[in-house]
């Protein structure tokens, strides 16, 4: 079995006894961490989704904001429902776009009032990196583009550089890993991801790799009609001869 020395585990956040990481993963934690480069938030609680959420096709979709930047913006528009990251299933870089919530003037102000209160309100409708807070697979953060509000279980990072370096570090197994040392349960809390140790590379490679990542996953997410941003069957789009040909293609 394996002896290890119990003073390196308060070298690690929280000191978890990670017995089985050697010493070289041990040291990376003598960097930053991602706490300092992205400014990672848990989202708002409603106390009453039944009132306030609903799938993005139970509404009229002429009462559905999309790409707003600010909460004035919204409300400057009269639309009713807007875009809502509320975690869902395991999906990597891009997706599970699904939720809508009910954020005008009229409700925005009764929402201030339960729940929790809308925490993290300045960090609303901006572009961010989102993930859900349970998973019994891996760890699986998202792009996500201007104009949603965020869940507790769909907390969310931001920055103003880098954002698909970020996603590239989040995304990798190495993450992973820091994640099952730092919090060995099927919950990724706010607080354990702002420990993971931040190295940033100057080659923009990751980046380049991560955007054609989330290019190819949100290709994916909108080729299904259960998408609102769905444009066309692929079956129709690739233009064969034949439906068997267009199948197989």
């Known amino acids: 079995y394996k002896i290890a020395d119990q003073k390196n585990f308060e070298k690690i956040p929280g000191s978890p006894i990670g017995y089985w990481v050697n010493n070289n993963f041990i040291s990376t934690f003598n960097n930053k961490c991602l706490d300092n480069v992205l400014t990672i938030k848990q989202g708002l609680a409603t106390s009453n989704n039944n009132r306030f959420l609903k799938v993005w096709h ?3 979709f002429n009462s559905f904001g999309q790409n707003y930047s600010s909460i004035t913006e919204a409300h400057k528009s009269e639309k009713k429902w807007f875009p809502y990251n509320k975690g869902g299933g395991f999906r990597k870089w891009y997706g599970n776009q699904e939720f809508v919530i009910s954020f005008d003037k009229e409700n925005f102000e009764i929402l201030k009032n339960l729940g929790n209160h809308l925490p993290s309100r300045q960090m609303y409708f901006k572009q961010s990196i989102t993930w859900g807070l349970i998973s019994s697979n891996a760890f699986a953060p998202r792009f996500s ?4 509000v965020f869940d507790v279980g769909g907390s969310s990072g931001f920055t103003e550089d880098r954002l698909y370096y970020k996603i590239g570090l989040l995304g990798s197994k190495l993450s992973l890993e ?8 099927i919950s990724y809390q706010v607080g354990d991801i702002k420990k993971i ?4 590379v100057e080659s923009e490679e990751i980046d380049e790799i991560t ?3 989330v290019q190819i996953s949100s ?9 609102w941003d769905f444009k066309q069957n692929e079956l129709i789009r690739l233009k064969s001869d034949t439906l068997e040909e267009s199948f197989n293609n």
């Open 58 to 60: 139970e509404i009229p």
């Open 145 to 148: 583009p201007t104009g949603f």
């Open 178 to 185: 820091y994640l099952q040392l730092l919090n060995p349960t």
């Open 197 to 200: 140790p931040y190295i940033e």
């Open 211 to 213: 955007k054609q990542c």
């Open 219 to 227: 290709e994916d997410w909108d080729s299904r009609e259960t998408s």
